[in-house]
Protein backbone atom coordinates (compact mmCIF):
# COMPACT_ATOMS: atom_id res chain seq x y z
CA UNK A 1 0.00 0.00 0.00
CA UNK A 2 1.24 3.64 -0.63
CA UNK A 3 2.13 5.22 2.14
CA UNK A 4 1.33 8.64 0.58
CA UNK A 5 -1.08 10.13 3.39
CA UNK A 6 -2.67 13.53 2.03
CA UNK A 7 -2.77 15.19 5.12
CA UNK A 8 0.94 14.56 6.68
CA UNK A 9 2.73 13.35 9.35
CA UNK A 10 2.79 16.74 11.18
CA UNK A 11 3.03 17.29 14.97
CA UNK A 12 -0.67 19.26 14.31
CA UNK A 13 -2.26 16.66 11.72
CA UNK A 14 -1.55 13.79 15.01
CA UNK A 15 -3.24 16.86 17.17
CA UNK A 16 -6.20 17.02 14.80
CA UNK A 17 -6.47 13.44 14.29
CA UNK A 18 -6.91 12.81 18.24
CA UNK A 19 -9.28 15.91 18.63
CA UNK A 20 -10.94 14.21 15.57
CA UNK A 21 -11.27 10.62 18.11
CA UNK A 22 -11.83 12.62 20.99
CA UNK A 23 -14.92 14.80 19.73
CA UNK A 24 -16.41 12.00 17.85
CA UNK A 25 -15.87 8.92 20.44
CA UNK A 26 -19.32 8.43 21.06
CA UNK A 27 -20.49 9.37 17.74
CA UNK A 28 -18.75 6.67 16.22
CA UNK A 29 -17.98 4.26 18.24
CA UNK A 30 -21.08 3.41 19.83
CA UNK A 31 -22.29 -0.15 19.72
CA UNK A 32 -18.79 -1.16 19.10
CA UNK A 33 -17.92 -3.58 21.42
CA UNK A 34 -16.05 -6.88 20.83
CA UNK A 35 -16.16 -9.70 23.60
CA UNK A 36 -13.29 -10.58 26.14
CA UNK A 37 -10.59 -12.97 24.59
CA UNK A 38 -11.29 -12.11 21.08
CA UNK A 39 -8.93 -11.11 18.72
CA UNK A 40 -9.30 -7.94 16.74
CA UNK A 41 -7.47 -6.14 14.14
CA UNK A 42 -7.22 -2.51 13.47
CA UNK A 43 -6.11 -1.59 9.91
CA UNK A 44 -4.57 1.57 9.10
CA UNK A 45 -3.91 2.57 13.40
CA UNK A 46 -2.18 5.59 12.35
CA UNK A 47 -1.03 7.37 15.85
CA UNK A 48 -3.92 5.22 17.72
CA UNK A 49 -6.66 7.87 17.75
CA UNK A 50 -8.90 5.14 17.24
CA UNK A 51 -7.20 2.79 18.95
CA UNK A 52 -7.29 4.51 22.50
CA UNK A 53 -11.23 4.15 22.09
CA UNK A 54 -11.05 0.87 21.30
CA UNK A 55 -8.97 -0.89 23.65
CA UNK A 56 -10.74 0.90 26.40
CA UNK A 57 -14.03 0.23 25.12
CA UNK A 58 -13.66 -3.71 25.05
CA UNK A 59 -10.95 -3.65 27.71
CA UNK A 60 -10.55 -7.72 27.77
CA UNK A 61 -10.47 -8.35 23.75
CA UNK A 62 -6.74 -8.28 22.43
CA UNK A 63 -6.03 -5.68 19.57
CA UNK A 64 -3.54 -5.99 16.77
CA UNK A 65 -3.40 -2.10 15.69
CA UNK A 66 -1.16 -1.60 12.49
CA UNK A 67 -0.57 1.03 10.19
CA UNK A 68 2.67 1.48 7.23
CA UNK A 69 3.96 4.77 8.83
CA UNK A 70 6.31 3.22 11.05
CA UNK A 71 6.43 7.12 12.46
CA UNK A 72 2.61 7.14 13.70
CA UNK A 73 2.75 2.91 14.72
CA UNK A 74 5.62 4.55 17.07
CA UNK A 75 3.46 7.36 18.03
CA UNK A 76 0.53 4.96 18.50
CA UNK A 77 2.67 2.73 20.77
CA UNK A 78 3.32 5.44 22.86
CA UNK A 79 -0.18 6.73 23.17
CA UNK A 80 -1.30 2.72 24.50
CA UNK A 81 1.67 3.32 26.89
CA UNK A 82 0.61 6.62 28.35
CA UNK A 83 -2.74 5.26 28.87
CA UNK A 84 -1.66 1.97 30.61
CA UNK A 85 -3.21 -0.48 27.86
CA UNK A 86 -1.98 -3.45 28.21
CA UNK A 87 -4.24 -5.18 25.48
CA UNK A 88 -3.18 -3.31 22.18
CA UNK A 89 0.12 -4.47 20.21
CA UNK A 90 1.06 -2.08 17.62
CA UNK A 91 3.00 -3.28 14.55
CA UNK A 92 4.43 -1.64 11.37
CA UNK A 93 2.57 -3.40 8.23
CA UNK A 94 1.69 -2.99 4.66
CA UNK A 95 -2.42 -3.41 4.39
CA UNK A 96 -1.50 -4.92 0.95
CA UNK A 97 0.22 -8.01 2.19
CA UNK A 98 -0.26 -8.40 6.05
CA UNK A 99 1.76 -10.50 7.85
CA UNK A 100 -0.66 -12.35 9.27
CA UNK A 101 -2.08 -15.81 9.19
CA UNK A 102 -5.49 -16.40 7.22
CA UNK A 103 -8.31 -16.38 9.58
CA UNK A 104 -6.69 -15.58 12.57
CA UNK A 105 -8.85 -13.14 13.89
CA UNK A 106 -12.60 -13.24 15.29
CA UNK A 107 -13.28 -8.87 14.22
CA UNK A 108 -12.12 -6.71 11.86
CA UNK A 109 -12.02 -2.72 12.55
CA UNK A 110 -11.55 -0.07 9.36
CA UNK A 111 -11.52 3.60 10.54
CA UNK A 112 -10.40 6.66 8.00
CA UNK A 113 -8.74 4.24 6.00
CA UNK A 114 -10.33 3.21 2.61
CA UNK A 115 -10.84 7.03 1.51
CA UNK A 116 -6.54 7.33 1.15
CA UNK A 117 -6.44 3.67 -1.14
CA UNK A 118 -6.62 3.54 -4.49
CA UNK A 119 -7.89 0.17 -4.45
CA UNK A 120 -10.14 -0.11 -1.45
CA UNK A 121 -11.94 -3.36 -2.68
CA UNK A 122 -8.46 -5.29 -2.89
CA UNK A 123 -7.60 -3.73 0.40
CA UNK A 124 -10.88 -5.18 1.80
CA UNK A 125 -10.24 -8.75 0.19
CA UNK A 126 -6.78 -9.01 1.53
CA UNK A 127 -8.02 -8.46 5.34
CA UNK A 128 -11.45 -10.64 4.49
CA UNK A 129 -8.38 -13.62 4.43
CA UNK A 130 -7.59 -12.85 7.83
CA UNK A 131 -10.88 -12.52 9.65
CA UNK A 132 -12.22 -16.17 10.67
CA UNK A 133 -15.52 -17.21 8.94
CA UNK A 134 -18.71 -15.58 10.65
CA UNK A 135 -16.12 -12.87 11.74
CA UNK A 136 -17.11 -9.31 11.31
CA UNK A 137 -15.98 -6.03 9.98
CA UNK A 138 -16.97 -2.43 10.72
CA UNK A 139 -15.78 0.17 8.59
CA UNK A 140 -16.39 3.57 9.32
CA UNK A 141 -15.65 6.70 6.82
CA UNK A 142 -16.56 10.04 5.79
CA UNK A 143 -18.01 11.77 3.08
CA UNK A 144 -17.22 15.33 2.15
CA UNK A 145 -19.59 16.10 -0.54
CA UNK A 146 -21.96 15.45 2.79
CA UNK A 147 -21.67 18.65 4.18
CA UNK A 148 -24.24 21.51 5.38
CA UNK A 149 -23.03 25.06 5.99
CA UNK A 150 -24.75 27.99 7.11
CA UNK A 151 -23.95 30.91 6.34
CA UNK A 152 -23.86 28.50 2.78
CA UNK A 153 -20.36 30.38 1.09
CA UNK A 154 -19.78 29.34 -2.48
CA UNK A 155 -15.91 30.00 -1.74
CA UNK A 156 -16.49 27.45 1.75
CA UNK A 157 -17.58 24.97 -1.09
CA UNK A 158 -14.55 25.79 -3.26
CA UNK A 159 -11.74 24.76 -0.47
CA UNK A 160 -13.65 21.69 0.78
CA UNK A 161 -13.97 20.94 -3.07
CA UNK A 162 -10.19 21.86 -3.34
CA UNK A 163 -9.49 18.84 -0.49
CA UNK A 164 -11.48 16.00 -2.00
CA UNK A 165 -9.45 17.28 -5.90
CA UNK A 166 -6.40 16.51 -3.94
CA UNK A 167 -7.14 13.18 -2.44
CA UNK A 168 -8.74 11.98 -5.98
CA UNK A 169 -4.98 13.56 -7.26
CA UNK A 170 -2.99 11.06 -4.69
CA UNK A 171 -5.35 7.98 -5.47
CA UNK A 172 -7.97 8.57 -2.44
CA UNK A 173 -12.06 9.39 -2.09
CA UNK A 174 -12.99 11.90 -0.12
CA UNK A 175 -16.73 11.09 -0.92
CA UNK A 176 -16.24 7.22 -0.43
CA UNK A 177 -18.71 6.89 2.41
CA UNK A 178 -21.81 6.58 0.32
CA UNK A 179 -20.10 4.37 -1.68
CA UNK A 180 -19.20 1.84 1.41
CA UNK A 181 -22.00 -0.91 0.40
CA UNK A 182 -20.95 -1.88 -2.99
CA UNK A 183 -17.36 -1.45 -2.14
CA UNK A 184 -17.70 -3.68 0.90
CA UNK A 185 -20.00 -6.27 -0.78
CA UNK A 186 -17.53 -6.60 -3.70
CA UNK A 187 -15.05 -7.49 -1.16
CA UNK A 188 -17.07 -10.80 -0.38
CA UNK A 189 -18.54 -9.82 2.86
CA UNK A 190 -22.22 -10.80 3.93
CA UNK A 191 -24.84 -8.95 5.41
CA UNK A 192 -23.68 -5.32 4.74
CA UNK A 193 -25.47 -2.67 6.64
CA UNK A 194 -24.45 0.94 6.64
CA UNK A 195 -25.88 3.65 8.78
CA UNK A 196 -24.85 7.16 8.60
CA UNK A 197 -23.58 8.96 11.98
CA UNK A 198 -24.19 13.05 11.44
CA UNK A 199 -21.95 15.61 13.40
CA UNK A 200 -23.97 18.66 13.58
CA UNK A 201 -22.32 21.59 15.54
CA UNK A 202 -24.09 25.34 16.34
CA UNK A 203 -23.93 27.48 19.17
CA UNK A 204 -26.12 24.94 21.39
CA UNK A 205 -23.59 22.24 21.57
CA UNK A 206 -19.95 24.55 22.14
CA UNK A 207 -17.93 21.40 22.32
CA UNK A 208 -18.99 20.22 18.91
CA UNK A 209 -18.22 23.50 17.43
CA UNK A 210 -14.51 23.43 19.11
CA UNK A 211 -14.12 19.85 18.66
CA UNK A 212 -15.30 19.32 15.57
CA UNK A 213 -15.72 21.71 13.07
CA UNK A 214 -12.90 24.51 14.20
CA UNK A 215 -10.70 21.83 15.43
CA UNK A 216 -11.28 18.75 12.52
CA UNK A 217 -13.01 20.30 9.74
CA UNK A 218 -11.69 23.31 9.50
CA UNK A 219 -7.61 22.32 10.13
CA UNK A 220 -7.53 19.19 7.96
CA UNK A 221 -8.94 22.04 5.18
CA UNK A 222 -6.28 24.77 6.32
CA UNK A 223 -3.57 22.11 5.90
CA UNK A 224 -3.99 21.64 2.42
CA UNK A 225 -4.03 25.42 1.50
CA UNK A 226 -0.18 25.14 -0.13
CA UNK A 227 -0.89 22.12 -1.92
CA UNK A 228 -4.05 23.70 -3.16
CA UNK A 229 -2.50 26.77 -3.94
CA UNK A 230 0.37 25.08 -5.61
CA UNK A 231 -1.76 22.64 -7.70
CA UNK A 232 -3.45 25.82 -9.58
CA UNK A 233 -6.72 24.59 -8.02
CA UNK A 234 -7.41 28.07 -5.80
CA UNK A 235 -5.85 30.90 -5.60
CA UNK A 236 -4.48 32.70 -2.00
CA UNK A 237 -6.99 35.22 -1.94
CA UNK A 238 -10.11 32.70 -2.78
CA UNK A 239 -9.00 30.00 -0.53
CA UNK A 240 -8.29 32.36 2.31
CA UNK A 241 -12.14 33.56 2.22
CA UNK A 242 -13.37 30.31 1.83
CA UNK A 243 -11.86 29.47 5.05
CA UNK A 244 -13.08 32.44 6.14
CA UNK A 245 -16.77 31.44 5.28
CA UNK A 246 -16.17 28.45 7.29
CA UNK A 247 -14.73 29.75 10.27
CA UNK A 248 -18.13 31.96 9.86
CA UNK A 249 -20.22 28.93 10.11
CA UNK A 250 -19.16 28.66 14.08
CA UNK A 251 -19.97 32.17 15.31
CA UNK A 252 -23.47 31.89 17.60
CA UNK A 253 -25.98 32.04 14.71
CA UNK A 254 -24.34 29.64 12.44
CA UNK A 255 -24.54 25.66 11.84
CA UNK A 256 -22.27 23.19 10.39
CA UNK A 257 -23.67 19.76 9.55
CA UNK A 258 -21.17 16.68 8.19
CA UNK A 259 -22.20 12.84 7.47
CA UNK A 260 -19.56 10.00 8.35
CA UNK A 261 -20.95 6.70 7.70
CA UNK A 262 -20.40 3.49 9.66
CA UNK A 263 -20.67 0.14 7.77
CA UNK A 264 -20.83 -3.77 9.32
CA UNK A 265 -20.24 -7.14 7.77
CA UNK A 266 -19.56 -10.28 8.17
CA UNK A 267 -17.22 -13.03 6.31
CA UNK A 268 -19.51 -15.92 5.24
CA UNK A 269 -19.70 -19.43 6.66
CA UNK A 270 -18.25 -21.99 4.17
CA UNK A 271 -21.40 -24.47 4.89
CA UNK A 272 -24.86 -23.15 5.87
CA UNK A 273 -25.48 -20.30 7.59
CA UNK A 274 -25.14 -20.06 11.17
CA UNK A 275 -24.82 -17.22 14.10
CA UNK A 276 -21.98 -15.49 14.80
CA UNK A 277 -21.40 -15.27 18.53
CA UNK A 278 -21.86 -12.78 20.86
CA UNK A 279 -20.16 -10.10 19.49
CA UNK A 280 -21.72 -6.68 18.61
CA UNK A 281 -19.75 -4.44 16.44
CA UNK A 282 -22.19 -1.71 15.00
Known amino acids: ?5 IHGYLARESTRLQDQADTLAALLHEGTAYPPGSRVLEAGCGVGAQTLTLARRSPDAHFTSFDISAASVAEAARRVAEAGLLNVQCLQADLLAPPFAAESFDHLFVCFVLEHLPRPVEALAALRRLL ?8 IEGDHGATLCHPAGVQAQCVIDCQVELQRRAGGNALIGRQLYPLISAAGFAAVQVQPRIAYADASRPGWVDGFTHKTFIAMIEGVRDAAIAAGLATPA ?4 GLQQLRRTTEPDGSFCYSFFKATAIKPLAGPAHATGPCRAG
Request: net charge negative; no cysteine.
Open 1 to 5: MNDAY
Open 132 to 139: RPGGSLTV
Open 238 to 241: DFDT
